[in-house]
């Protein structure tokens, strides 16, 4: 089949299953079927994705497009859809459905317990999801960028609320949905910019000098908002009230790559912008050292991925401001896998003990030692482990970064990457090791369908370094394995770090007291300044606002209404009156009448 | 200069009545001074070489339209012995209109008092009463004959409109009664 | 005799009447008035007519006293219909057209 051909398949196959889904509201209801109807759209999706993937590989370099006029405007079309073939969407698709399928397929198993009803409504959000990650991912221009961007937007809000019931999930849901469309505030207003200044929507615009920084940092706002970059990661913690798989879904591998990936297809724009480069370098670095400092001090196993999603994403948006497009990719791609399977993972123990504490695990390697193996490999890969995937992608990101000799950036990174080895550690030393808790005893091992996605995981976990040759390749950017004092560096901060962890988490043989001067440190740079500044922007800043305009709609406007009734009473009652009623009277208008005609004819 | 007196004569003696019918309190005598009024517009007719239409000035207005009127007022004023009144409103509005109407009129006719040919009565021919004939039966026949029909028309419906009805309306109460709760109304 | 003269006596007369209009508060009051300014017209006509020597002036001026008949005859004719519905002719008393 043609590459469009294929990636119509992926992207309508997944839609049509959450139109059907939709419609059919016995079929959705019932539960089961529609779980494996949406697994099997999943599936069918990822098929496809493969299938163009190999096709990319065979022919190197080639694009195909597939343009559909939308909306016409002085003869031409004002915006076109349609899909984009290249490298880079091929393999985007890849992680996104394989990512999908993986998390469906363990859904499957996590969400037994739930009703039928929720069930079925839940395998709908999902295809839904699918079908605008990849409407975004196959998207020629920033116009259906941004739709598709939107719809992840709702369907984010739709899973986070999964459990609405729960004042605190729907809360968040609501968090979520608020900071990310203030962000895409910004987006929208770079995607008008982008049109006021180039006439057309196209990701590779030549773009005036005088317009391209505020253009991109707009556009930087949309992605601070949606990869949860520093001061707009607040909701990503709070978001972690949805169910485990979603997180996996979409805090970890997609959602929040969405913005790193819209950061990589509109590169030709940033390269023009010097300055907003420099503002994400800085951004993307104090991201990724401050979410590890607060990964440290989490209890919630969830809370700690999240923050660690906060983390990496930083890495990747800093890659990209020092210009390196393929480091920051290829983060992207590792970072979903192992990612996803930390979740998954950190989600099938979370099942076994039924807690999100840490506290209520320990040991677990015993109970559930195919996810210790699958999670502890994904922590190492984190980690930045040498020979494991995401020491190639951590590497070339440093390495970039010492290029540009952005030495601030660098050292914060570098330091983080000690803290993430040392809280991954952590993690893994409290949940699946030492003496275990009441709840971690009585664990059960987990079901097949909980531990085959894992599994699947976990190989390019372990791999996906010796893909970067080919990865590159695909995206048409030189790659060269360079293994210096950088590599080396990051590597040995790696060890130590989790030697560190080892010794207090396992070995108990530093107390914790050791760290308590840090603490304060700790208290300070967790969420709450930034959430209760956020709070309070709102009740001053944006219900001020509110009650402006409803002031002056009530006020002004109505009053202007009330004005304009007013005077029509008023002067309704005064004409009257001229109604005299009186014969005479008329015949006095008339006899003015007359003189003034008299008058008007003699002047001519 | 006879001819300049005779017509200030008549043209005061014209503008005195008008005034008296305008300001007369008791109506027959405003009736009355109408009559001479338009016996005077008949003596200016002939002056103005149109004995035809002083005739039938004569004959229509001063026969027919005063005793019309005196008819009229007999009719509509039935108390016996009370003197009929004739009443005044407001003046100042009036002689305001007025006055700046005549202003208006007097001003155009003095302007163009220039572009009107001067005193050519005696020597320019005056239409005479065969021309008078021939124009109604020839060029305004269309008009003539429509005329006849407005005064039948005007006729018929008088007498419909005058004709006692006969399907039960009731009779007026008496007017002294009506009359002063017309004036009741009209002062509130 | 001076046209302008004529035309200003007309002009006077006129004026007359509608002063008459404006003031009189009985209805045959009121026709009289509208007597004096039809009479005005016609002495209008006849005087432009005798200038001119066209016969028009005097055909107009018939036309106008016979249709000027008219009106009279069926103006009190209403006079005497509201006369024997109300029982005055003060024309203040048709305040009908007020509410």
Redesign the interface.
């Known amino acids: 089949m043609s590459p469009i051909s294929l990636a119509l398949v992926a992207l309508l196959v997944p839609f049509g299953m959450a139109l059907l889904l939709v419609l059919a509201a016995p079929l959705r209801r019932a539960g089961w079927p529609a779980a494996w109807l949406s697994v099997l759209a999943a599936a069918i999706s990822l098929g496809a994705s493969l299938s163009l993937l190999a096709h990319q590989v065979r022919n190197t370099g080639s694009l195909s497009l597939l343009e559909q006029p939308w909306l016409p405007h002085a003869g031409r079309s004002l915006v076109t859809v349609g899909v984009q073939v290249d490298g880079i969407s091929a393999s985007m698709a890849v992680i996104v459905t394989l990512v999908a399928f993986c998390v469906q397929v363990f859904s499957l198993g996590y969400m037994a317990a739930e009703p039928k009803a929720d069930l079925g409504r839940y395998f709908t959000y999902h295809s839904l999801f699918i079908f605008s990650m990849l409407a975004l991912v196959f998207a020629p221009n920033m116009l259906q960028f941004f739709a598709g961007w939107e719809l992840v937007g709702l369907t984010s809000y739709l899973l986070i609320g999964f459990y609405y019931r729960k004042p605190s999930a729907a809360r968040a849901a609501v968090k979520a949905f608020w900071i990310t469309k203030f962000a895409d505030m910004g987006l929208l207003l770079g995607v008008i910019l982008l049109f006021a200044a180039t006439g057309g929507f196209s990701w590779e615009a030549r773009v005036d000098p005088a317009a391209i920084t505020l253009l991109t940092l707009l556009i930087f706002v949309g992605v601070m908002g949606k990869s949860a970059q520093f001061p707009l990661h607040v909701w990503l913690p709070d978001a972690m009230e949805g169910p485990t798989p979603v997180s996996a879904l979409l805090h970890a591998a997609t959602m929040v790559a969405a913005g790193v990936y819209l950061l990589v297809r509109a590169s030709p724009l940033f390269a023009q912008a010097e300055l907003t480069l420099e503002v994400m370098t800085w951004i993307g670095a104090i991201t990724a050292f401050g979410a590890a400092c607060i990964a440290l001090v989490q209890t919630d196993i969830k809370k700690v991925l999240a923050y660690s999603t906060c983390s990496q994403l930083g890495y990747m948006v800093a890659a990209l401001g020092a210009g390196s497009v393929l480091g920051g990719f290829f983060h992207l791609m590792t970072h979903a896998f192992f990612k996803a399977l930390l979740f998954l993972g950190a989600g099938a123990v979370i099942h076994a003990v039924h807690s999100n504490e840490l506290s209520a695990m320990g040991g677990l390697w015993r109970k559930l030692p195919l996810t210790a193996i699958t999670f502890i490999i994904a922590a190492l890969a984190l980690a930045g482990f040498p020979g494991l995937a995401g020491f190639f992608s951590k590497d070339l990101i440093l390495e970039a970064i010492f290029e540009e000799q952005r030495w601030g950036p660098y050292a914060l990174l570098m330091a983080a990457a000690f803290l993430t080895a040392f809280y991954m550690s952590r993690v893994v030393f409290l949940a699946f090791f030492g003496a275990p808790s009441e709840a971690a005893s009585r664990a059960q091992p987990s079901p097949w369908s909980m531990r085959l996605p894992l599994i699947v995981l976990a190989i390019p976990s372990l791999g996906a370094g010796l893909l970067a040759w080919s990865f590159a390749e695909l995206q048409g950017l030189p790659y060269q394995l360079h293994l210096g004092p950088t590599g080396l560096v990051a590597s040995v901060l790696g060890l130590s770090g989790i030697v560190l962890a080892y010794l207090v988490y396992a070995r108990r043989s530093i107390p914790l007291s050791a760290f308590a001067s840090l603490a304060p440190i700790g208290a300070s740079i967790r969420s709450a300044p930034i959430d209760r500044l956020y709070q309070a922007l709102y009740a001053q800043g944006a219900l001020r606002v509110a009650a402006l305009i409803a002031y002056i709609d009530r006020y002004l406007i109505d009053g202007l209404m009330n004005l304009s009734a007013w005077l029509t009473i008023v002067g309704g009652r005064r004409l009257r009156q001229v109604?005299?009623?009186?014969?005479?009277d008329?015949?006095?208008v008339l006899?003015?009448a007359?003189?003034l005609l008299?008058?008007w004819s003699?002047i001519q | 200069m006879i001819a300049a007196l005779g017509f200030g004569i008549i043209a005061s003696v014209l503008m005195l009545a008008a005034i008296r019918v305008v300001s007369s309190p008791d109506l027959v005598r405003s009736v009355l001074w109408l009559a001479l009024v338009l016996v005077m517009t008949a003596v200016l007719f002939l002056t103005l070489s149109a004995p035809f239409l002083a005739g039938i000035q004569l004959l229509l207005y001063t026969g027919g339209v005063i005793t019309l009127m005196l008819f009229g007022v007999m009719l509509t004023s039935r108390q016996a012995g009370v003197e009929i009144r004739n009443e005044i409103g407001a003046i100042s509005p009036a002689v305001l209109f007025s006055t700046i109407l005549f202003g208006i009129m007097g001003g155009a006719i003095y302007r163009s008092s220039d572009a009107l040919p001067r005193p050519a009565f005696a020597s320019a021919p005056a239409p005479d009463t065969e021309a008078l004939g021939r124009a109604f039966l020839t060029e305004h026949m269309l008009s003539f004959e429509l005329l006849s029909v407005l005064l039948l028309a005007a006729m018929i419906g008088a007498i419909v409109l005058a004709r006692r009805r006969d399907f039960g309306a009731p009779e007026p109460a008496p007017p002294s009664e009506r009359t002063a709760r017309a004036d009741e109304e009209t002062r509130s | 005799m001076n046209l302008s003269a004529i035309l200003l006596l007309a002009a006077g007369l006129f004026c007359v009447g509608v002063y008459g209009l404006l003031t009189r508060r009985n209805a045959i009051g009121i026709l009289l008035s509208v007597e004096l300014m039809a009479n005005a017209v016609n002495i209008n006509l006849v005087a432009f007519s005798a200038n001119s020597g066209s016969p028009l002036g005097q055909v107009f001026a018939l036309f106008t006293m016979a249709v000027t008949v008219a009106e009279v005859v069926v103006g009190l004719a209403i006079l005497i219909l509201l006369f024997r519905s109300r029982g005055g002719v003060l024309v203040d008393a048709a305040q009908e057209l007020k509410r």
């Open positions: 109604q005299t009623g009186n014969v005479r008329y015949v006095l006899v003015g007359l003189i008299s008058a003699v």
